[in-house]
Nanobody, 116 residues
Framework: QVQLVESGGGLAQPGGSLRLSCTAS????????MGWYRQTPGHERELVVV????????ELADSWRGRFTISRDDAKNTLHLQLNNLKVEDTAVYYC?????????WGKGTLVTVAT
């Protein structure tokens, strides 16, 4: 099993930025895939970005192209997502995800609110 803890959510103005972090209880190299999803009331949880942790091509939602940077700190078992040029419609709960031994694990989520 793996525990995931998100942080970095909060309030941002349109055009602003936030950096989200996800810390796992295991080494990132033990986890096949890690990434971020988001969800708003009345909508299905949707992909933001997922990366193969041992190398490969990330899977990225079209709406985020050009507006994010992803990084990792393997020594701290942490994945970061830099959200840039935020829009009001980006308001959602953002969830960290990990695929470990073919089982999906989820964090509790961190709320991102974009408003003036």
């Amino acid at each position: 099993q793996v525990q995931l803890v998100e942080s970095g959510g909060g309030l941002a103005q349109p055009g602003g930025s936030l950096r989200l972090s996800c810390t796992a209880s295991r080494s990132i190299f033990e986890i096949a895939f890690m990434g971020w999803y988001r969800q708003t009331p009345g909508h299905e949880r949707e992909l933001v970005v997922v990366i193969p942790t041992r190398g490969g091509t990330p899977e990225l939602a079209d709406s985020w192209r050009g507006r994010f940077t992803i990084s990792r700190d393997d020594a701290k078992n942490t994945l970061h997502l830099q959200l840039n040029n935020l829009k009001v419609e980006d308001t959602a709960v953002y969830y960290c995800n990990a695929l470990y031994y073919d089982i999906n694990y989820w964090g509790k989520g961190t709320l991102v609110t974009v408003a003036t």
